[in-house]
T-cell receptor, first 115, second 113 residues
Framework: EAGVAQSPRYKIIEKRQSVAFWCNPISGHATLYWYQQILGQGPKLLIQ????????DSQLPKDRFSAERLKGVDSTLKIQPAKLEDSAVYLC?????????????FGQGTRLTVV | GDSVTQMEGPVTLSEEAFLTINCTYT??????LFWYVQYPGEGLQLLLK?????DKGSNKGFEATYRKETTSFHLEKGSVQVSDSAVYFCALSGSGGYQKVTFGTGTKLQVIP
């Protein structure tokens, strides 16, 4: 079974530039998450989708971050414009919906460095 | 809101030593509890889980028991190996019936030969 695929693995941009990350979840997983993991901290949920609808985006900085999940499969996360404090690993995860004890499967993440 | 607190690292142990990483949580209702592990250069993967009070999750020699009375889910292993060197994250999900996963800050474990 293929895992959660993310690209790119690494990205370096200058502040005020824009960047986009892509995620392809495990086939059949209706729930998709984007997490931000700053060095030395635990992952923080940015946005959660159920199919193509947003379930939780309470911690997403909406003035600069946006995410979409067209057709309820792939997802993209965009930052525009980037700030230095956005340097982090961006993790995508997916899970089967509806079960509170369902395991979330994570991709390897995209390491973003803003200079 | 929900939160997870785990002991700060790094933790350095000699091979075959006993490991305990403490984890306590604050949540609404009856969440499920997880330990995730992140090996160097790899993504997060589930190590073990427990879904109700007094459940014990176990995997690869690691164990953790869901203690509702102390709101804790401490990770233990009787004899660590060099290959266990990684960052360990305690997490919860399903608080208030919601599927969102909330993570602790992680504890780095280094096992030396």
């Amino acid at each position: 079974e293929a895992g959660v695929a993310q690209s790119p693995r690494y990205k370096i941009i200058e502040k005020r530039q824009s960047v986009a990350f892509w995620c392809n979840p495990i086939s059949g997983h209706a729930t998709l998450y984007w997490y931000q993991q700053i060095l030395g901290q635990g992952p923080k949920l940015l946005i959660q989708f159920q199919n193509n609808g947003v379930v939780d985006d309470s911690q997403l900085p909406k003035d600069r971050f946006s995410a979409e999940r067209l057709k309820g499969v792939d997802s993209t996360l965009k930052i525009q414009p980037a700030k230095l404090e956005d340097s982090a690993v961006y993790l995508c995860a997916s899970s089967l919906p509806g079960q509170r004890n369902t395991e979330a499967f994570f991709g390897q993440g995209t390491r973003l460095t803003v200079v | 809101g929900d939160s997870v607190t785990q002991m700060e690292g790094p933790v350095t142990l000699s091979e075959e030593a006993f490991l305990t990483i403490n984890c306590t949580y604050t949540a609404t209702g009856y969440p499920s509890l997880f330990w995730y592990v992140q090996y160097p250069g790899e993504g997060l993967q589930l190590l073990l889980k427990a879904t109700k009070a007094d459940d014990k999750g176990s995997n690869k020699g690691f164990e953790a028991t869901y203690r509702k009375e102390t709101t804790s889910f401490h990770l233990e292993k009787g004899s660590v190996q060099v290959s266990d060197s990684a960052v360990y994250f305690c997490a919860l999900s399903g608080s208030g019936g919601y599927q969102k996963v909330t993570f602790g800050t992680g504890t780095k474990l280094q096992v030396i030969p």
